[in-house]
């Protein structure tokens, strides 16, 4: 049995022997290519062959290995030379995972290319052993075979690193500090960690970039981001780029990201975006951070209380006042267990009810009593009076606080069952039920609740997170807060104190904290409010059909459209869009009917007066129209006749005077006869024996009795009026005429004389305790007078040294000034040099003459005076501090002065001393600036040499660069033929590719014929073309 094995042969290279028959097909034809992964660039291999195409380094017909002297196919990039050091390894490969050469005897390293320790000079026959070092620390020198120190160690026993290196080892020394010039104080560092000392503002170990929070090496000025508006690390410092931008967060700008993107407001730390997006109830993009003030609403007081307490002698309960333990807002409820029956007391409020499937307490305010037959199974909640209630959308990013604590039981509720009841429940705009879950349960029970999207949940799926859009939305019209009342199963009682409600509000009459998070937005036209939630004067607040049940939330605030006044008013309610303040004498939800006291219909005409009786007076609540164009009254209560101008019965008064009108007789349906009155007075007609005009008193001798008004029969009592009647008589007849009367106005003259000198007495009394006061501050002023003048004394005789500190200190100042100038002019010098040295044509001696100038205004910065200077101010501190207790003592005891000139005389010695050790001090840094002054003025001289040099140079390179500039110009003609001749050359060859890709097309459609076919007519003809062409080929050769 034979095979055909060759599938096809490629276009232009076909082999006819390759296409023979075989007893078998070649293993590839079986069972695939087999290309290794991580040797071969793809899948597929050469058709015939089966060979893989290798990445660089890789071998074999899989592309399974590494070429000798290389390593590392398991890195999937291909194989990496070995680059074993020919004299160190033998022979000169790698193992081909590791890349590790093999090395010659005391020959280490990864590529064999030092000396192990004890081995020195490398060569062919690898490293030579060390003679033996006894020298404590010293090793065998790898180079020369001495025994010596570690690298950059010294010692006697090479137990330290030299100056300007670290990190001590005994075999590889001390490495090199490398402090950056620029950004070290020095060149040395520590010796166990290898820090160099920075200067303010840069970092690293080497001082060679920025510390977090600088930029622009080596410049390293401050970022002074923002924090607010930054993303800052955990200890609080915010970094930035090397230009200076500081990383902002998603809603802040702005190079320090103190600016909030447009459509943001509000920017503050707490605020993972920096800034707030504009939510203005979709009405508007454009807001700003309000001018607001936290103020908290509270409005629960204290209450007296009713304690209830089970009777075990009974079956009723029993009740006990009590007084609030303290004097805090509290608000108490009693629980009672068992009950067989609700208590009431309080109110008559004693079920609780049930909202949102939470079992609430009745009633707002005040204490309640609720009996409850059985433990609840579940928490009891407090719900808030309707002063937290209505419109709440400035309470956005605010807290709600309380404390809600329960007594009396012994039975918590599980964990399982509190988590699964929300610590606070809150209802806004019908369908949306927003919960807040604690993450722990507060010991004390006092809780703050931020009342922020981030901490809500929805009721139902605590994985349902709160958007500002729902929690705005229900803040609009906030209907229900539900607190969780008790935390145990058998609780007996519970309170609930201290509740506040963060409200916004402005600025001005306000005094807290801003309130951050609430905007002020751009309303459009129709939109008032600081989110423009509500309508504005002169609209009112529409709803689309079905919009309790709308997906879209924002349906539940709806929309602000026109008042519908019919033109006669501006003005309605917002909320139910009733007109108000209608005009042309009209009222009604529209003002489309005529007011009270006129008639007539608003759209076919002016309402008209309705004279009943008159314009001017009318008792009437309106009128109509009748068929013959006059009206007809529909009079007020008490009033009669065609135009109102009447009493009617059972009325009194006048119905034509105002301010008197027509009043109801009211007659006493027990004391008068009848039910009317007297149409001018009023006057009821009352049974015997009562009077009053709506007969409501007995007559005088007269007592109530089941029967009315009786007159008195009993002997007794009319002996008593007839006696009462004869006083009265008698008194009447005595004549008074000619009789002196009493002295009141002497009396009234004396009482105000009595007035007078009591007001005189206490005005001598105040000036008394005026006088009183005078004195002792007389006395006063004279002893401190005394004092003062002792006081000058001394300070007159400390003067002197004054003088002497003073010049001292300003002979200091200025040789300070002059160290500075100095310095300033040496740090503008370099400067100069810099900028010079920065330019097209650079100079290899520029630029060590700039690195030895500034490696002396190195030296220079390193010469401080700010020591000397800060012990002389602190010497002044020193001497101003004891003279001012120097007058402290003298003010207080003058006989202290002895102690005084002797602290004096110690002052002097310590000035004379501190005199020494500053000039001491300031000496030695003078000198060694005026040492290194020359040696600057001669590199400076040099640096202006080199200068002249660059110049000459600089013409020179002018002319080398006109001769260059027409040798490109030539050579850029050449370039323009080569591109065009390499253009016709890549047409040439795209025409070649599409006749090859028209050919393999052709190949491919005669191959995918049946196999049959393909063997008896397309496999010789390609054997037959291959002949040929070989043919042609030796024709052609």
């Known amino acids: 049995m034979t095979f055909a094995y060759c599938h096809m042969c490629a276009a232009f290279a076909i082999v006819a022997d390759a296409c023979l028959q075989a007893d078998s097909p070649p293993p590839h034809l079986l069972s695939g290519c087999r290309c290794n992964k991580l040797g071969s660039t793809d899948s597929t291999c050469d058709i015939i062959t089966g060979a893989c195409t290798c990445k660089p380094g890789v071998v074999g017909q899989q592309c399974d290995r590494c070429q000798e002297g290389y390593f590392g196919l398991e890195s999937g990039a291909g194989c990496r030379p070995c680059d074993c050091d020919p004299e160190g390894s033998s022979p000169a490969v790698c193992d081909p995972v590791t890349g590790r050469c093999r090395c010659k005897p005391g020959v280490g390293g990864e590529r064999c290319t030092s000396c192990l320790p004890g081995y020195f000079q490398l060569a062919a026959g690898g490293c030579q052993e060390c003679l033996p070092c006894s020298q404590p620390g010293h090793l065998c020198d790898p180079v020369t075979g001495q025994c010596v120190c570690p690298p950059n160690t010294v010692g006697a026993s090479c137990e330290r690193c030299t100056l300007g290196h670290w990190g001590w080892n005994n075999v590889n020394g001390c490495q090199k500090c490398d402090c950056d010039r620029l950004g070290s104080q020095s060149s040395e560092c520590d010796v166990t960690t290898g820090q160099c000392r920075c200067f303010d503002g840069f970092g690293g170990q080497r001082c060679d970039r920025c510390r977090a929070g600088y930029f622009d090496f080596p410049r390293c000025q401050a970022c002074r981001c923002d924090p607010d508006g930054s993303e800052c690390e955990p200890d609080g410092s915010c970094g930035c780029d090397q230009t200076g931008q500081c990383r902002c967060k998603k809603n802040t700008l702005g190079e320090k990201c103190d600016r909030c993107l447009e459509g943001t407001f509000g920017m503050s730390a707490d605020n993972p975006d920096g800034c707030t997006a504009c939510f203005c109830f979709t009405r508007s993009g454009q807001c700003s951070q309000g001018e607001f003030v936290w103020v908290p609403l509270t409005v629960i007081k204290t209450k007296r209380t009713v304690v209830l307490a089970y009777n075990e002698t009974g079956d009723s309960f029993y009740t006990l006042p009590v007084v609030p333990w303290n004097t805090q807002e509290i608000c108490y409820i009693h629980l009672s267990l068992p009950d067989s029956r609700a208590v009431t007391l309080t109110d008559d409020q004693t079920r609780l009810n049930v909202t949102n499937s939470l079992r609430v307490l009745p009633g707002y305010s005040g204490d309640v009593t609720v009996g409850l037959k059985y433990p609840s199974d579940a928490p009891i ?86 958007t500002r859009e729902m929690l705005m939305v229900a803040l609009q019209n906030t209907q229900h807060v539900l607190i969780r009342a008790t935390d145990y199963i058998d609780a007996t009682r519970a309170e609930l104190s201290e509740v506040s409600w ?65 033109g006669r008013s501006q003005v309605c309610d ?165 009789a002196g009367g009493a002295p009141w106005r002497r009396f009234y003259q004396f009482s105000n004389t009595t007035e007078t000198v009591r007001e005189e007495v206490q005005q001598y009394q105040e000036s008394q305790l005026t006088l009183r006061a005078m004195y002792e501050t007389l006395e006063l002023d004279k002893y401190a007078t005394t004092i003062l003048i002792q006081a000058e004394d001394q300070l007159n005789a400390l003067s002197p040294k004054m003088d002497d500190v003073r010049q001292f200190r300003n002979e200091i100042e200025e040789i300070y000034q002059e160290v500075k100038n100095t310095q300033f002019q040496a740090e503008d010098t370099v400067a ?11 100079s290899a001696g520029v630029q060590d003459a700039l690195l030895e100038a500034e490696a002396l205004l190195a030296r220079m910065q390193t010469v401080r005076l700010e020591p000397a200077m800060a012990a002389a101010e602190a010497e002044l501190l020193s001497a101003a501090t004891l003279l001012s207790r120097l007058r402290d003592m ?72 006109t001769n260059t500039s027409s040798l490109l110009a030539e050579t850029r003609l050449l370039y323009d033929a080569a591109k065009g001749d390499l253009v016709d050359l890549r047409d040439r060859q795209l025409e070649v590719e599409r006749a090859e890709e028209r050919l393999r097309r052709r190949t491919d459609s005669f191959s995918e014929l049946s196999e049959d076919y393909r063997i008896r007519y397309v496999l010789p003809a390609q054997v037959h073309a291959a002949t040929l062409t070989a043919q042609a080929e030796r024709l052609e050769g």
């Open 890 to 961: 003298l003010s207080s005891s003058p006989g202290r002065l002895n102690d005084t000139r002797e602290r004096l005389e110690r002052l002097s010695e310590r000035l004379d001393e501190m005199t020494r050790l500053v000039a001491d001090g300031v000496r030695q840094p003078i000198a060694e600036l005026e040492r290194l002054l020359p040696a600057l003025r001669e590199r400076l001289t040099e640096l202006r040499n080199d200068q002249l040099a660059v110049k000459d140079l600089g013409n020179m390179c002018d002319g080398t660069l």
């Open 381 to 466: 909640y407090w719900q808030l009076p309707p002063e937290f209630l209505g419109d709440k959308v400035r309470s956005y990013n605010g807290h709600l606080r309380f404390r809600s604590r329960s007594f009396g039981g012994s039975r918590p509720f599980p964990a399982s069952i509190l988590s699964s009841y929300p610590l606070v429940q809150l209802q806004g705009n019908t369908r949306l039920v927003l919960e807040h879950y604690p993450p722990t349960t507060s010991p004390d029970g006092f809780y703050q609740v931020k009342l922020h999207e981030n901490f809500w949940r929805v009721k139902g799926d605590r994985r349902a997170l709160v």
């Open 502 to 566: 963060d409200i916004a509000e402005p600025t001005y009459g306000h005094a807290g904290s801003t309130a951050l998070g609430i905007e002020r937005c751009a309303c459009p036209r129709g939109y008032n409010g600081s989110s423009c939630q509500d309508p504005s004067i002169g609209f009112y607040r529409s709803f689309t059909p079905g919009y309790s049940n709308s997906e879209i939330i924002i349906d539940l605030v709806g929309e602000s459209v026109p008042c519908q006044c019919n």
């Open 574 to 738: 917002p909320d139910t869009g009733h007109c108000q303040n209608c005009t042309d004498n009209t009222s009604g939800q529209h003002c489309d009917v005529c007011a009270r006291g006129y008639y007539g219909n608003p759209s076919e005409g002016p309402c008209l007066p309705c004279l009943c009786p008159t314009a001017q007076l009318s008792n009437a609540e309106t009128c109509f129209s009748n068929y013959q164009g006059g009206f007809r009254c529909q009079c007020d209560p008490g009033y009669t006749g065609e135009r109102c101008d009447q009493c009617a019965f059972g009325y009194y008064g006048s119905a034509l005077e105002p301010g008197i009108g027509c009043r109801a007789c009211a007659c006493d349906p027990v004391g008068s006869i009848g039910n009317t009155c007297d149409a001018v007075t009023g006057q009821c007609p009352c049974r015997t024996g009562v009077v009053g005009r709506d007969c409501t008193r007995c007559a005088p001798r007269h007592i109530v009795t089941e029967r009315g008004c009786e007159a008195c029969q009993d002997g007794c009592v009319e002996l008593l009026f007839e006696s009462l009647d004869s006083l009265s008589a008698m008194a009447s007849a005595v004549n008074l005429t000619g």
């Open 832 to 842: 100069k040099l810099r900028n010079y040295a920065i330019g097209e044509t650079s």
